[in-house]
């Protein structure tokens, strides 16, 4: 949970060729946040189409992946929430350990992202999932997302089958790989 400015979910707009109407996705979400540019002279009617056409594959894109965040600072995250929420998922927030436990006691999500450092603990994000682990409480897919990435962090959360990362577009592709299935625990 980086307390940083929200983190962009695309890399900058490349110019335009003039072989398109329509400037193409530069990102898993970038469509999200951009809207079409149209060329002079371009099929604006076509262009329409194909920028709607473009945004309900978006809003769709993650659609039936259930999202459990926690965080104490829930603030910091909403730039990525509001995208995966845009993205058809559903997220729900949690600000605490307990609050997490009561979402997990009604609903079995797609994956958890989580913070490590919350409520004064420095480690209550792993500990949390720790408990969870060896409860049997959850067993899916996992991701930190943290302002800081050490080596001791690293090994921390490969030791309980988790992701960690600093980075918003990094986040961006574990939740598609989550989406499809394919987010194994890290090697």
Do not use: C, K
């Not at 800081?148 to 600093?166: I, N, Y």
């Amino acid at each position: 949970m980086p307390a940083s400015a929200p983190l962009p979910l695309a890399a900058p707009a490349a110019p335009a060729s003039s072989a398109s109407a329509v400037s193409a996705p530069r990102g898993p979400f970038a469509l999200l946040n951009d809207e079409p540019v149209a060329e002079p002279g371009a099929d604006l009617l076509g262009a329409g189409r194909a920028a709607r056409a473009a945004r309900g594959a978006a809003d769709t894109m993650l659609h039936g992946v259930h999202i459990l965040w926690v965080d104490d600072h829930p603030r910091n995250n909403e730039s990525l929430v509001n995208a995966f929420r845009a993205a058809g998922a559903v997220v729900r927030i949690a600000e605490d350990s307990a609050a997490a436990d009561a979402a997990l006691a009604v609903e079995r999500p797609t994956m958890i992202v989580s913070d490590i450092d919350r409520g004064g603990n420095p480690r209550e994000g792993l500990e949390h999932i720790g408990r969870l682990r060896q409860e049997g409480g959850y067993t899916g897919p996992v991701v930190f997302y943290a302002g800081r990435v050490t080596p001791e962090r690293t090994t921390l959360t490969r030791q309980l089958g988790a992701h960690l990362t600093s980075s918003g577009p990094e986040i961006e592709r574990l939740v598609l790989r989550a989406a499809a299935g394919e987010l194994s625990p890290p090697g």
